[in-house]
């Protein structure tokens, strides 16, 4: 593709770092608060052909001129869900959230679901998803005694367990299998499905892995992160598809 035929593919920052955990950069600027999103989210956009677009949290009266611009959209990992968006009390051990950035992105779901634009979810962005349809998640799975650690240890380019992938689904036929190698680092979980929305991977444990809406244009969001393993094929697969999408 050339540059200007390249699909604008939005990603969502739903991480925010403080100024007090931040370290100071000799003689650099005070510091900030400051959106966090991973180098490996538009490597992978770009590789896969498109042009990433990075939004960060804003008012709620952006979000459908943002939305209109946009061929595409990809939530990326990040930090839980507040567990006020599905309706239940905090777990003891949910980590910190942002109830501002979890109400922005949840608009901006809704908001491409309207336009049908495609969407390609990973990790925190997969739970969005599901929670956007008006789902539920599990808010700690280690309290289901599951027996795989869903927070591997090694890095994020290794993979720690395997995804049994449902045939004739169509994250089967954008990877070409039925079982996948993923890495793994989240400690919530989908729970009650949203709508539209359909299971189509389960990790050895049980754990929902992947689900897509055979509703619209394209939909699939994965519970690993697809990113650092753009080395290997489904899983780079997943943008192109997305990008491929966001093209037509």
Not at 112 to 128: F, K, N, S, V
């Amino acid at each position: 593709m050339s540059p200007r035929a390249r699909p604008l593919v939005g990603l969502t920052t739903s991480e925010v770092r403080t100024a007090r955990t931040l370290r100071k950069i000799p003689h650099g600027d005070p510091t900030p608060h400051e959106f966090a999103l991973g180098v490996w989210y538009p490597r992978a956009i770009e590789r896969a052909g498109g042009m990433p677009v990075i939004v960060p949290p804003g008012g709620d009266t952006q979000v459908r001129e943002l939305v209109s611009r946009l061929d595409g959209l990809c939530l990326p990992g990040g930090p839980d869900l507040d567990p006020a968006t599905f309706g239940a009390s905090p777990h003891p051990k949910l980590g910190p959230v942002n109830p501002d950035v979890d109400r922005f992105e949840l608009h901006m779901i809704r908001c491409a679901d309207e336009r049908d634009l495609p969407i390609l979810a990973i990790c925190r962005g997969a739970q969005a998803l599901n929670v956007a349809r008006g789902g539920t998640l599990i808010q700690h799975l280690p309290d289901l005694g599951q027996a795989i650690d869903h927070r591997q240890k090694t890095p994020g380019n290794t993979t720690s367990h395997i995804v049994r992938i449902e045939p004739g689904s169509r994250l089967e036929e954008i990877t070409g299998v039925t079982e996948l190698d993923v890495n793994t680092f989240h400690h919530q979980g989908i729970e009650r499905l949203g709508d539209e929305l359909r299971a189509v991977a389960w990790a050895p444990d049980g754990t929902i892995e992947a689900l897509e809406s055979g509703e619209r244009r394209f939909c699939v969001g994965v519970q690993w992160h697809a990113e650092t393993l753009i080395e290997r094929g489904p899983h780079l697969a997943l943008f192109e598809a997305l990008v491929d999408a966001a093209g037509a």
